[in-house]
């Protein structure tokens, strides 16, 4: 397993992993947001920035995709658009790669506060990784999904 930045070239297959969580884990309207947000990153990633997006390969095929925004203002950086291919669950690639965006983010930002959001179907996983949920906004992404706001503790 090799983990290393976005390039645009990753894009189909980001997408492709984002498709095998759907509906469960994300609506259909986030797909679109999604795409939009992969153009953007070429633009927006640097190596030591304060957005990097990063995917997981195996066998040369993108199984996980994830990154983090870090925002100087309020010292937090929050973990975006973390995913692993919904056929690969429960084996380990998640946390793996979970603990090693939050370690770049303490790598780069040393005293950062560290959040994200998810869903009623992930919190329990982000729990086991230290995270306590701050809100809870029902339907929030969608009818039946709702959003879990998250801090590292």
Same mark, same amino acid.
């Given at each position: 397993?090799?983990?290393? !930045?976005?390039?645009?070239?990753?894009?189909?297959?980001?997408?492709?992993? /984002?498709? &095998?969580?759907?509906? +469960?884990?994300?609506?259909?309207?986030?797909?679109?947001?999604?795409?939009?947000?992969?153009?953007?990153? !070429?633009?927006?990633?640097?190596?030591?920035?304060?957005?990097? #997006?990063?995917?997981?390969?195996?066998?040369?095929?993108?199984?996980?995709?994830?990154?983090y925004a870090y925002? +100087?203002?309020?010292?937090?950086?929050?973990?975006?658009?973390?995913?692993?291919?919904? &056929?690969?669950?429960?084996?380990?690639?998640?946390?793996?790669?979970?603990?090693?965006?939050?370690?770049?983010?303490?790598?780069? /930002?040393? &005293?950062?506060?560290?959040?994200?959001?998810?869903?009623?179907?992930? #919190? !329990?996983?982000?729990?086991?990784?230290?995270?306590?949920?701050?809100?809870?906004?029902?339907? /929030? #992404? &969608?009818?039946?999904?709702?959003? #879990?706001?998250?801090?590292?503790?």
């Amino acid at each position: 397993m090799t983990i290393r !930045p976005y390039v645009a070239a990753d894009k189909e297959k980001c997408i492709a992993t /984002f498709k &095998s969580n759907m509906p +469960k884990y994300f609506a259909e309207h986030e797909l679109a947001d999604f795409e939009e947000w992969l153009d953007e990153q !070429p633009e927006r990633h640097t190596v030591g920035g304060t957005d990097e #997006y990063f995917v997981v390969e195996l066998d040369d095929k993108i199984i996980a995709c994830g990154g983090y925004a870090y925002d +100087k203002e309020k010292n937090e950086a929050r973990l975006t658009w973390g995913l692993v291919n919904n &056929s690969l669950h429960k084996q380990g690639i998640g946390r793996m790669f979970v603990e090693y965006r939050v370690k770049a983010v303490k790598n780069q /930002f040393p &005293s950062c506060h560290i959040a994200l959001d998810t869903t009623q179907h992930v #919190y !329990p996983f982000f729990e086991k990784l230290g995270f306590k949920t701050t809100q809870v906004t029902e339907n /929030f #992404y &969608s009818e039946g999904l709702h959003r #879990y706001d998250m801090e590292l503790c």
